[in-house]
């Protein structure tokens, strides 16, 4: 292993928003929505924000059209007076050697971490050994700090132990850990043995309250796209003690998180255009749902995004 090739500050702690991707009608990247998205979370009070993750259909995206996102989300930030809001950039892949070259793309786009998946194609090839040394090698290589990302559904239910986590987080250059495995306690098991200022997040909005109580730092959750400032007020009424009204919240944004789970990024695209207005079509072979899926969205949404307005 070799020093951090540039040393940062540990993530703020709080609640990150993996934003989806816009496509306008050419199926071109969506400049004014992207843009518009972007500064909406900023000020609902997150955190930060995650580009090209799995609600942001990385594997749809060019190199090109990567950078382009990011370079446009870092504009409006700035614009915006957010200069400081770190942004979170995908950068997962199946060899080492591309991955390593898509932290070098987000860095020169204007990234401030990567959040990098195992790789999972060729999971019968690989053992520990191999995928934390794959982790270590992209930490070597990749010019900003690097985060764990376990997310078994989009890694052929490759589910990384606390034990291997916890081996990877020892490289200088890896800074934090996403949970979607939703395992509150492989999350307090790496809370206690990680390296201080070492993230730890949950990876969905169904357990945020759950994962600030064993020890967590905030949430990275796509159902924020739609929710941002009641997932903030979770956190807000943890850290002040008032579990009641946290868990009272918490229910409100754990049956959302339901159906965004069960439909997909494509779900979240869907509300996001019946309930704000904008959101527009995945990309191809991709699809919004319709029909009787669209009503279970919009009346699964309903109480939460009432919420969510009487907290703007």
Known sequence: MTESPVPALPLPHGVYVPT??????DDDIDIEATQRH????????VAGLVVHGSNGEAV???RKERSLVIKTTRAALDEADYHLMPIIAGCGSQSTRETIQLCQDAANAGANYVIILPPAYYGGLLNTHKIVQHFHDVADG??????????PGACSGLDLSSDAILQIARHPNVYGVKLTCGNTGKLARIVDGAKSGFFVAGGSADFILQGLVVGGHGTIAGTANLLPRACVRICELFHAGELKEARRLQAIV????WIAIQTGFAGVKAALQHFQGYGGEPRKPCGL????QMEM????FQEAIILEQSLA
């Open 20 to 25: 989806v991707a816009f496509f306008n009608q």
């Open 38 to 45: 972007a500064i909406h979370l900023a000020d609902a009070g």
């Open 60 to 62: 749809h995206l060019s």
């Open 142 to 151: 990749s010019p900003i700090p690097v985060i764990i990302y376990n997310y």
């Open 254 to 257: 754990a049956k959302a998180d």
């Open 289 to 292: 749902p319709s029909g009787e």
């Open 297 to 300: 969205i919009t009346n699964g």
